[in-house]
């Protein structure tokens, strides 16, 4: 939703399918709906309800002032966008302008009236407006011109079905905005930490809920594709889909503040996605566990200010990331320990894990970040297969499952020796990127968070400061140098924000909990005027990059709060 009143990017009815508005990426007539005052000195003004995700603009014009109200209700078997204008003062005088473009923008549908709403209809795909306004048809776009006085209302009703099924039933507009609020105030009482923490970690754990598919338990990175890295140029990538280490730290930061039912609802999916054998693992699925995510260009779109190409898929989900282990594992440790209940066939999914991890845990990889250089054998990749190791151990060590223990501690005890032997510079005292290089990257702050070293080894201590010398500036935080590290593209990228808040965790275990506090603060500050957080910031420009909005920023920040209350709180102990 644009400062604007449209609504420029929408996918019905899953995350990952193809858009039917996709100005975001392209240009209004790949497809919007914009719902505003006609004057065009109206002033607007936005936030969400109290603790929901229904979103409230205020405009305010010389005749008077209307409020619109956008959300979803709950889902049912046909997802609906809701938006209802309200009138605060005087008159106002609005337009509804619906360009419905389906395919991401590419196929223009067969639009027809009947039984009092409009239908658009383009292969597969079929979306109903209903409105208790008239609409109008002109040039491939649904109009709507309409006066709103003080205490009048309007609604509209937008909704998606199979074009092979019948109309489903009409929603109530009005009726369904309680249960939409009551949904997502009830849900969020549950927390067992938000009323321990700010208002910014309430938000960010609703963002959290809301990147997330109901029907599967499936978690998105982010719900958006190829919004870029860099503006005008070519890091833009398709980030719809479910990616394992996304989805594990996510559920982290829910079980840390309570959300059991998610975590249950995330391992069954997890189960489902990577049922079959563990060599077949990918690092990425879709929201129902698809594996195909072929990557292609969709050429017709421009790209958001130019940036080119617009990928749809994502080619990296055919990628060796071992890393992935370690934290399914993790947080199947962590879901245990938070006593969700057992699960026979989880551990065995797990003990297949570990069976394949045996294989191929000395290899090279591409490593977190996806790099599309060649394989190396990256340091936070071998971190993360020790934990895996670690967690195997620990889940028969201390809650009597069946596993060799003995083996899988030695071996964890082998890659910490063989990290700490390959992957230091004794020379910067800190650890670096991958075996034999003497370049940096943000993912070995993560080293004392997941128990690999203490918080008081020198080493890590070591590691924050290089991390602070050649990588932050002003404390936003580079994933890496893009001269020092071959990941196959040309141009530059902003600062990674959870590469920041892994900062903040780190300073904040290491003792320096001020700084990490400062930190924090400086990251929160950066919210859009909706809470929300991107992938990206520029620090040069001001202004947020990446897709949006991002579970991996989010959860950095919600673990960050929960790292500065552990830290400033002795009666709290850490995860490890």
Known sequence: MSKQGSIDWLCFPRFDSPACFAALIGTDDNGHWRLAPRDADAVSSRHYRGDTMVLETEWSTPTGSVRVIDFMPPRDA??????????????VELRSELKLRFDYGHVVPWVRRS????????????VSLRSDVHQ?????????DFRITENDRAWFVLTWHPSHYPVPEPTDALGALEPT????????????????????????????????????????????????ETLGGERNWDYRYCWLR?????????????????????????????????EDVQIMYGVTGERRLTEF????????????????????????????????????ALARECQIGASDEAWEVQRGLMRHLEDIWDQPDEGIWEVRGGRQHFTYSKVMAWVAYDRAARAVERYGLSGPAKEWRARADEIRNEVCEKAFDPDRNTFTQAYGSKALDASVL????????????????????????????????????????????????????ICSFWLADALAMVGRVGEARDLY????????????????????????????????????????????????????????
Not at 115 to 126: N, R, T, V
Not at 138 to 144: G, N, P, S, V, W
Not at 546 to 565: C, Y
Request: hydrophobic share 40%.
């Open 78 to 91: 046909a997802p609906d966008v809701v938006r209802i204008v309200e009138g605060i003062s005087g008159s």
């Open 115 to 126: 039984d009092g709403q409009i239908d658009a209809i383009a292969g597969p795909d079929a």
């Open 136 to 144: 109008y048809g002109r040039d491939l776009t649904t109009y709507a």
């Open 181 to 228: 609020e009551a949904f997502w105030t009830n849900w969020i009482a549950r927390s067992s930490s938000t009323t321990e923490v700010g208002e910014e970690v309430t938000r960010s754990v609703l963002t959290l809920k809301a990147l997330t598919y109901g029907p599967s338990g499936g978690i998105v990175a982010a719900p958006t594709t190829s919004l870029p």
């Open 246 to 278: 996304d989805a594990t730290m996510t559920l982290a930061a829910m079980l840390r503040s309570g959300y059991t039912e998610e975590a249950q609802a995330w391992r069954n999916w997890l189960l489902r996605a990577i049922a079959g054998s563990p």
């Open 297 to 332: 260009e969709a050429g017709w779109l421009p790209g958001f200010a130019g940036s080119a190409p617009v990928r749809i898929g994502n080619a990296a989900a055919e990628q060796l990331q071992l890393d992935v282990f370690g934290e399914v594992m993790d947080v199947l």
């Open 446 to 497: 993560l080293i004392p968070q997941v128990g690999f070293l203490p918080p008081d080894d020198p080493r890590v201590a070591g590691t924050v400061d290089a991390v602070q010398r050649e990588l932050a500036s002003d404390g936003f935080v580079r994933r890496y140098l893009t001269e020092h590290t071959d990941d196959g593209l040309d141009d530059e990228e902003g600062s990674f924000l």
């Open 521 to 576: 603060e400086k990251l929160v500050a950066l919210r859009n005027d909706v809470g929300l957080l991107a992938e990206e910031y520029d620090p040069s420009t001001g202004r947020m990059l990446g897709n949006f909005p991002q579970a991996f920023s989010h959860l950095g920040l919600v673990n960050t709060a929960w790292h500065l209350t552990t830290a400033e709180s002795p009666l709290r102990k850490s995860a490890y």
